[in-house]
């Protein structure tokens, strides 16, 4: 009432006095409660209708339905309907003793217990907010009540302490317990007893009967309860089909499964069955399928790789449903001779043969037949092999099953003959029920009693030639039998032992020989260890492999190859499409995710069935190279027993072979590497073999000659055709940028090469990309796409840089790396308008050895300072052979460059607005988006990265030059016409006293300092661009200031620093990547696609290659900035240093994630928004596997030395 008042008793408008107000109160109120009553008026009307509804249909079913159990009269004992009430006997009698159940003593009343059709089983359908009862939903047992536990102990103590006591003398008396109905106890008592249980007996056997009609629901209690075992049915099946199914689901392997290692991944699997033929609850099979059937389903049950049971009454062909509750007959005695009323004996029903099939499901089990085949040979026939591995094995056993009764249960039809793998040793048993005469059956009044004119006609270990039932050919091919069903009516079963033809039992062993050098147990057909294939030195091959050879063997995609001009390119799997690599790890990748399955329904299996032609690719791309022909041949060798094994088992041995293989070229790459990573994880290791995959020879993408004068000179590979010496380039990325003038650019290379190579250990390589791109300096810069060196391109700003921090760094982690700017380079372009075509370039070599300014040869050093020098002095020139030749989308303005040093501030800087010089290159395409020809970034001006590398070359350049090993000690440029001269150091302190106050943007305005204030979109942050056409652009919060803090975390103030890479990580680190532009701009997009032909000039033609998709490279670099600063933090702010440690490491977990599962086993370009997949990246890319591995680098030095 006082809610009615304080929603009512209000004001009313018009109201013409205080009676006319109440009186208008009073009529709302009114209809408020009429509506409510209404309301729960029509919900009682559903809940009585569903009520009678269900009564009707619970009628209906037991009384008048065929499938029902066809109830003859309405009884006490059978109502219309059960009671869903059970009142105490001390209760009933007197309308006074019903009145005491309206209060409290109605507490007494019990519910019963039941099911409920379709209901949550992990809700109490006996809470007080179910209407189960009211609506009569419940299907319940009347034999039963449902017990209040409450929630816990304190709930009931009397119910939880009598059930404690209970289930303790139940585990105390019995090995095992079955949870009959388990889903209809509470979840959390269940569990409590099981805990008790548990601790009177730890090794309790619990067998769990759940209907909750979902496997997740299922696996939630097992999970939860520790249920060892769920109860299956073969009487749910439909059909043969479907119990064939139920037999291979409920366990084993496929026949002919992999080799698993012996620690592998969990992975989901079926929960472990005790699998019946039939259950208590189920109707009688004699009943619902027909008697011939009750043999062929108990064989296929007894042949399932799981726990069986059965139910009494199924082994003696009772007719019925025995009813557990109800039924008041016992069964009948066991007799070894007496066959009268009351008893049963061996040849009662199908007894005998239910021993048989015992003695067999155990055989199998102990003996390790763990693998299983289902074979739906017709709609009746079903045929199940369960075989051995270690010996290969098998038991096949065939069923004539009979859903329905046989119009002919003597005819045996056409059965089409089965073919197996293989020689048929001996029939295990053979078996068919035959009846005797037309069935009487009488219901005895005293015992349980099955048909007495049915008999099973049973043999065991029968000779092949004298069966009854079958013939067995090979048809002049020993390596198969043909299986023929003479004599097979319905209700027959036949088991063959079947074992394989000698010569595939040679191959076999041969085979497993090979094996054994790779770690795997193997033995004899009798269990001895067998022997290992002495000529077969797997191990010995592979350790005279180099880097180069392992590169082939494991990796090279399809544009490398084919690029060999060998007729080979990546294997096409029909059905699952070409491999990633061709190599190896093409294989792998597919196997891996085969294996842990046993998907042998793969398309790859299938091609490994149906022919050779994998393992032959295989062997035949290696034997072709001189590097590993003798790999080509130990595959050609192996492969050629593998030819002589049942096809079933080739996918199984081909891959322990290739598997074993390749773990092994694996190892031999990660040997050949550094300390580093040969200590490292398996994360280490994983990002480690990107060195290999990147890192190749191809013909097609060369680097230009390397000066003859050099000592210990870098390794090659020899191309025997051309009979020249090929060095190796690092790719860019797979698939797009693997072979052409596409595979070798100058800014990938060098942000790839210090992980890659440096820090594995792999400094000849790295030395050879150096000079090789030395050679090709031209205007102050190296090549953005190399082209060989003779089709270079000059239009990148960038690259030089990277070029130069990998000398330092070179200088720094080689041995003797110093000595690397000593190395002479051959110059391809000794003067920038210098044209090496071919003749006149032999003739110039002559012609200009003369000229000391003009050398053809001349140290990295040299080199090196030409580049300084040319940017101190400034550098305007225009891209030869510029026009859509080159670039088919630049306007004539983008073909014009210009780099320089703003000597008020000693930043670089250089490009303009028609072009993009640095890593954010992206051209437009789109006529009709209107962005042909329009850089999305040109970032022309001084970009943050560019101004740290070269305050990191500076400052290394300084110390070099007081060391003695660099001649050079700064650059001289021209102001006012007058020759300035600027040393290295004068020019770091410029960059240094400058940097902060230019590109800092505050976390609180500060508008005397500020430039454009009203630009600054987000603030603690640092800018992206010194004075750039685009001047909206400078202060756009993008990732490429983490790379300056990483190289050259002097110019940060580090408080500052902390401060944006905190922002950088709140705005733009992604799952994987990092934004590359805030999503807060108004040009963020960040979904890339390539191929969007839109008229939306934002992202027409993948326009947005830079504006927000999440790049994997800069996460390196971001994270290396938090760990440097937050060691130099650690003092004034404790425990700052451990806890970005943790996060780092948190971080790269999702980047662990994903190379292991990556078919290409490495890291993507990028990815669209918040992680999500990008059709278009590269699914390979050399420097976001490179950054990471850097990384990993930095966490272990750091973790040795923490101090600042």
């Not at 013409?16 to 209809?31: A, S």
Request: contains cysteine.
């Amino acid at each position: 009432m006082d809610i009615a008042l304080k929603l009512y008793n209000k004001d009313r408008p018009g109201a013409t006095g205080r009676q006319d107000r109440i009186k208008q109160c009073c009529e709302d109120l009114k209809q408020k409660l009429i509506e409510l009553n209404n309301a729960k008026k029509q919900e009682m009307d559903g809940h009585v209708r569903r009520a009678v509804e269900n009564f009707v249909a619970n009628a209906r079913y037991r009384f008048l339905a065929n499938d029902g159990p066809r109830i003859k009269e309405v009884t006490r004992e059978t109502p219309l309907m059960y009671y869903y009430f059970v009142q105490p006997a001390s209760h009933i009698g007197s309308v006074d003793k019903e009145e005491m159940m309206m209060n409290k003593e109605g507490q007494f009343i019990m519910a019963t217990n039941g099911w409920v059709m379709g209901d949550d089983p992990l809700r109490n359908f006996a809470e007080a907010d179910s209407n189960i009862y009211l609506r009569r939903e419940l299907v319940n047992w009347g034999d039963s009540v449902k017990l209040r536990y409450g929630k816990s102990p304190e709930d009931c103590p009397y119910l939880w302490n009598h059930m404690t006591k209970y289930t303790q003398t139940t585990a105390r008396i019995f090995h095992g317990v079955r949870l009959d109905n388990c889903h209809s106890t509470p979840l959390h008592v269940a569990e409590y007893m099981m805990d008790v249980a548990r601790q009177v007996r730890p090794d309790l056997y619990v067998i769990g009967e759940l209907f909750t009609g979902s496997e997740h629901l299922d696996n939630m209690f097992i999970n939860r309860l520790g249920i060892n075992s769920l109860i299956r049915e073969a009487m749910s099946a439909w059909d043969a089909h479907e119990e064939g199914r139920l037999v291979y689901r409920y366990g084993g392997s496929p026949v002919g499964a992999f080799i698993q290692p012996q620690v592998q991944p969990l992975n989901p699997a079926v929960a472990h069955a005790m699998f019946f033929d039939q259950t208590h609850d189920n109707k009688c099979p004699i009943e619902v399928r027909s008697v011939y059937d009750i043999f062929p389903t108990a064989a296929l049950v007894s042949m399932a790789f799981c726990a069986s049971g059965s139910n009494r009454g199924y082994d003696e062909l009772v007719p019925h449903h025995i009813h557990v509750v109800s039924e008041k007959r016992v069964y009948s005695s066991w007799s070894d001779n007496e066959s009268d009323e009351g008893h049963v004996t061996l040849t009662s029903g199908i007894i005998a043969g239910k021993k048989v099939l015992n003695k067999l499901h155990y055989r199998l089990g102990i003996e390790g037949f763990n693998q299983v085949f289902v074979d739906q040979v017709d709609s009746n026939i079903v045929s199940v092999t369960r075989h051995k591995p270690s010996t290969h094995e098998s038991v096949v056993l065939v069923c004539h099953t009979s859903f329905q009764f046989p119009v002919n249960p003597r005819d045996t039809g056409h059965i089409r003959p089965l073919s197996l793998s293989g020689k048929v040793e001996e029939i295990l048993l053979e078996g068919n029920l035959v009846s005797k005469g037309p069935d009487e059956y009488k219901r005895s009044r005293s015992f349980i009693n099955g048909l007495p004119e049915h008999t099973l006609h049973i043999r065991e270990n029968v000779a092949v030639d004298s069966s009854e039932m079958v013939n067995v050919s090979t048809n002049e091919d020993p390596n198969n039998s043909h299986v023929h069903l003479k004599h097979f009516p319905p209700g027959s079963v036949v088991a063959l032992r079947v074992s394989l033809a000698s010569p595939a039992k040679e191959a076999i062993l041969e085979y497993r020989k090979c094996l054994k050098q790779f770690g795997f147990v193997v033995r004899t057909y009798s269990g001895r260890t067998l022997a290992e294939n002495k000529s077969s030195d797997f191990r010995g091959i592979v350790s005279r492999l180099n880097l180069s050879d392992v590169n082939r063997a494991l990796y090279r995609c399809d544009a490398e190859e084919r690029d060999d001009g060998k007729g080979f390119g990546a294997y096409d799997v029909p059905g699952c499409g070409s491999m990633v690599f061709c190599g190896l790890q093409g294989v792998i990748s597919l196997l891996s995710h085969i294996r842990p399955h046993n998907d042998l329904g793969h398309p790859l299996c299938n091609n490994l069935r149906e022919g050779d032609w994998l393992p032959s690719y295989i062997a035949a791309r290696l034997k072709i190279h001189p590097g590993t022909t003798e790999l080509g041949n130990w595959f050609e060798h192996i492969f050629d027993n593998l030819k002589k094994i049942p096809r079933y088992l080739i996918p199984c041995y081909f891959d322990a072979a290739v598997t074993g293989a390749y773990m092994i070229l694996r190892d031999q790459a990660l040997s050949l590497m550094s300390d580093f990573v040969n200590d490292g994880s398996t994360f280490l290791h994983a990002l480690a073999m990107g060195s290999v995959q990147f890192c190749g020879v191809v013909k097609s993408s060369v680097l230009p000659e390397l000066s003859a004068s050099l000592t210990n000179p870098p390794p090659g590979e020899v191309d025997e055709d051309a009979n020249i010496k090929r060095n190796l380039t690092l790719a860019a990325g797979f698939p797009h940028f693997a072979s052409g003038y596409m595979r070798c650019w100058g800014r990938d290379t060098f942000i790839a090469l210090r992980g890659l190579l440096l820090l594995t250990g792999r400094f000849q390589e790295a030395r050879a990309l150096i000079l090789g791109f030395a050679a090709c300096l031209r205007h102050g810069l190296i090549p953005n796409l190399l082209g060989g060196g003779f089709g270079a391109r000059f239009n990148c700003r960038d690259a030089i840089w990277w070029w130069l921090q990998c000398i330092q760094d070179y200088t720094k982690l080689a041995p003797e790396g110093i000595s690397i700017l000593k190395d002479n380079v051959k110059r391809l372009f000794p003067r920038d308008d210098f044209v090496p075509k071919s003749a006149e370039f032999q003739q110039a070599q002559s012609q200009l050895q003369s000229t000391e300014e003009e050398l053809v040869e001349q140290p990295l050093q040299d080199v090196m300072q030409e580049a300084l020098q040319k940017h101190a002095s400034g550098v305007k020139f225009r891209e030869r052979n510029a026009g859509i030749g080159i670039d088919c989308h630049m306007k004539d303005e983008g073909f014009n460059n210009e780099i320089g040093v703003r000597w008020d501030c000693g930043f670089v800087y250089g490009g303009n607005e028609f072009n993009c010089g640095t890593w954010m290159d992206k051209m437009g395409g789109s006529e009709k988006a209107g962005n042909k020809g329009k850089p999305a970034t040109p970032r022309d001006g001084s970009a943050v990265e560019l101004i740290g590398l070269c305050k990191s070359s500076l400052r290394w350049l300084v110390q070099m030059n007081k060391n003695g090993h660099y001649p050079y000690s700064g650059v001289d440029y021209v102001s006012d016409g007058t020759m300035v001269k600027v040393t290295f150091s004068e020019w770091s302190q410029l960059i240094l006293d400058n940097f902060e106050k230019r590109f800092w943007i505050s976390d609180t305005p500060d508008v005397e300092r500020e430039e454009a204030p009203e630009l600054i979109n987000r603030r603690a942050i640092y800018k992206d661009v010194y004075k750039g056409s685009q001047f909206w652009a400078d202060t756009q919060l993008r990732p490429n200031f983490c790379v300056t803090m990483a190289v050259a975390p002097e110019l940060f103030t580090p408080e500052y620093a902390w401060k944006a890479l905190t922002t950088a990580q709140e705005v733009l680190l992604g799952p994987l990547g990092m934004k590359t532009l805030d999503p807060k701009d108004w040009a963020y997009a960040g979904d890339y696609v390539n191929s969007d032909d839109s008229g939306d000039p934002k992202v027409a033609n993948g326009f947005n290659y830079h504006q927000g998709p999440e790049w994997i490279w800069p996460v390196g670099y971001f994270l290396r900035a938090k760990l440097h600063i937050a060691k130099i933090l650690e003092s004034s702010q404790p425990g700052l240093l451990e806890e970005t440690i943790m996060f780092v490491k948190t971080t790269l977990t999702r980047h662990y994630e994903e190379i292991m599962r990556s078919p290409w086993q490495s890291l993507p370009e990028l990815t669209n928004s918040d992680g999500k997949f990008c059709y278009d990246s590269c699914p390979a890319q050399a420097w976001s596997v490179a950054t990471i591995l850097e990384v990993l680098y930095d966490l272990e030095q750091l973790e040795a030395d923490p101090s600042p």
